[in-house]
């Protein structure tokens, strides 16, 4: 099956744009470009009975997703996460239906590979050959993979204290590797006065149409993981927001193919107290977010100071009845440490954070405990040793004493 991809469409002026060329952001007004389908054509070929018979990855999607020819798509496996019953999670807040969508078990250990395998296919169909992106660590880490497996040229550029495991996943693939003196918006910005004159393709986060196409895959397949009738609430740690917007289009797109109904999912968006624009803006009741003065968190993936797609995330927060949330590195290493304790599953400090608003909700009642809430761990915790700290005896195997060591 093909897919089914239509245009481009502005989300804020609505200007249209061929698919078929080479975009980033609107040429008309600068804002955020999405794909459009042509939806009665999916509804009309895809069927849940398709879906059964083909290999686990995002790939099984491919009538909503943009790539063309089936030679042009680069996969490492991503996608196809499961969804988890968080039994112990929930039972100690008195919850029934808490879920974990487990998206480190992603290549390259973090949901950000969803989005790069669909951006990178799509840019390998449209000609690109030499890719960049600004990251906070794990974009980086993806994209170069997914650069790696198309045989581009491709560039990183982070913050110099972004994850050394960032770093170092990145140049192991042979990306070019390059750390800012500064923010995830330094290098941004650095990226946008190199890229033109080097002819680098730009993927930063919702500033080209195809990354969030990979990112709703996640929306798609929560919907088929609870049976087409989604959940009451998703808790999402947001940097960007590409994983809240993606997912939001891919309930509007379900919808319309006559896959699920109107009922949506409270969208909760998780920051750190220490770079919280959204959470600012939402409760000031505001359309846009302000740049964030003096970012810092040891959630890498949240130090977005001024996410671009503002206005989508908080309108989709809005339209959801959802929230914003901000949590406190404190509770961070708590909910990272529970979350291990009581799961078995060592995540990332951006995954914790959502456990970390779980408890704050369910504590002021905006939770209910018989209501189903997903708790999205975007990223594995392996990549965060430097968070843990712990003591190990060490036992000298010819003293006397060893056994008496041992508790
Ligand atoms: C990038 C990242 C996030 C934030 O994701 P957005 O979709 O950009 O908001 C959250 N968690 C992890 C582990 C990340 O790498
Ligand atoms: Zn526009």
Not at 51 to 80: H, K, Q, S, Y
Not at 126 to 150: E, F, H, Q
Request: proline share 5%.
């Amino acid at each position: 099956m093909p897919s089914f991809l239509s245009h481009l469409e502005c989300t804020s002026c609505n200007s249209i744009y061929s698919a078929d060329e080479l975009h980033t952001v609107c040429p008309n007004c600068g804002k955020v470009l999405f794909a459009r389908y042509d939806l009665e054509a999916v509804r009309r070929n895809l069927t849940r009975e398709h879906l059964l018979r083909r290999d686990a990855t995002l790939w099984r999607w491919r009538e909503l997703l943009p790539v063309r020819e089936e030679a042009n798509i680069v996969t490492l496996g991503e996608g196809g996460t499961p969804l988890l019953y968080a039994r112990n999670l929930g039972r100690a807040y008195g919850f029934e239906k808490l879920y974990i969508k487990a998206e480190g078990l992603n290549p390259t250990g973090s949901f950000k590979a969803r989005g790069m395998a669909v951006a990178v296919s799509r840019a390998q169909e449209l000609g690109v050959r030499k890719i960049v992106t600004p990251s906070a660590g794990n974009a980086a880490g993806a994209l170069a993979a997914y650069g790696a497996a198309a045989g581009m040229e491709t560039y990183v550029f982070m913050p110099h204290d972004a994850p050394d495991i960032n770093k170092l996943e990145s140049a192991i693939v042979g990306a070019h590797v390059y750390l800012v003196n500064g923010l995830i918006s330094d290098a941004g910005r650095i990226v946008k006065t190199l890229a033109p004159a080097r002819n680098w393709f730009d993927v930063s986060t919702l500033q080209e149409p195809y990354r969030a196409e990979g990112k709703k895959t996640m929306g798609l397949e929560l919907a088929e993981q609870f049976n087409w009738e989604l959940p009451d609430a998703i808790i999402y740690p947001t940097g960007g927001g590409t994983g809240i917007v993606g997912m939001w289009k891919a309930f509007a797109e379900l919808e319309q193919i006559g896959w699920i109904d109107h009922k949506r999912p409270k969208m909760i968006s998780v920051q750190a107290s220490g770079c919280a624009p959204l959470v600012k803006a939402f409760e000031q009741g505001k359309q846009r977010a302000e740049a964030w003065q003096d970012a810092q968190t040891i959630a890498d993936g949240l130090r977005v100071p001024h996410p671009f797609a503002d206005y989508l995330i908080l309108d989709t927060l809005r339209a959801s009845g959802g929230t914003a949330v901000a949590v406190s590195d404190d509770e961070i290493r708590d909910a990272m440490r529970e979350w291990a304790r009581l799961e078995g599953m060592f995540v990332s400090p951006e995954s914790a954070a959502t456990f970390a608003a779980f408890k704050q909700l369910a504590a002021s009642g905006f939770l209910q405990p018989h209501e189903r809430v997903v708790l999205f761990d975007t990223g594995t915790g392996i990549k965060y040793s430097h968070l843990v700290r712990a003591e190990f005896p060490v036992i000298d195997p010819n003293g006397r004493a060893w056994e008496e060591q041992v508790k």
